[in-house]
């Protein structure tokens, strides 16, 4: 360490950063998302359903086998209009569903995705595993990953929200990239 510099952050002296400037103009940092996005590489799906404790709302993308690409989690967002919604993020279960059109949230590029995306309101079979699962209040919930849950082709993460009783309007989305 040279002298003169501190390591620590000091109000008088604050902790020198060097920005890596991804965009032009002015100088910022960006976040994983910021540069799949200009890249072209960002995608997402979304979908809206009265969760019932018969009809789930269900919502997966697929990493088909041979793509030649990993998908990188972004985040799932989403909402509940009732409290004792209980969402849970899956690896590979078997959803039997409607195709989702999936959005590339670079809305100049023209690349599109090489996953597969769709939805419903029946239960997952096959052999789910589960990633994490939590209990929601009503209103709106985000989990952002950051890139850190990997899907690598023949693999599927999907979303599923559940009621033990009554009925409530949910939304989940999807956000990944993929490269």
């Given at each position: 360490?040279m002298a003169?510099?501190s390591?620590?952050n000091?109000?008088?002296n ?7 400037n991804?965009?032009?103009a002015p ?5 994983p998302?910021g ?15 009265t969760?019932?404790?018969?009809a789930p709302?269900?919502l ?5 086998l ?9 985040r ?11 969402l849970?993020i899956i690896?590979n ?8 059109t999936k ?8 690349t ?11 239960a997952i079979?096959?052999?789910p ?7 929601l ?9 950051t ?5 690598p ?5 999907t ?14 989305s999807?956000?990944w990239?993929e490269?």
């Open positions: 360490m003169n510099y390591v620590f000091q109000i008088e604050p902790l020198y950063t060097q920005q890596v991804t965009y032009i100088g910022i940092d960006s976040t998302e540069a799949a996005s200009k890249a072209g590489v960002l995608f997402g799906v979304n979908f809206a359903s969760v019932t404790t018969t709302l269900v997966q993308v697929t990493n088909p041979g793509s030649g690409k990993n998908m990188y989690i972004s799932v967002a989403g909402s509940a209009a009732a409290a004792a919604v209980i849970t690896k279960g078997t959803v039997s569903g409607t195709v989702v959005v590339n949230l670079n809305f100049g590029s023209a599109v995705s090489v996953m597969t995306a769709q939805s419903a309101t029946t079979t096959g052999t595993v589960t990633v994490a699962s939590m209990l209040s009503a209103g709106p919930f985000l989990i952002n990953y890139g850190s849950i990997i899907v082709p023949n693999n599927s993460l979303v599923s929200a559940t009621i033990s009783s009554g009925t409530s309007a949910s939304t989940a999807i956000n990239w490269y």
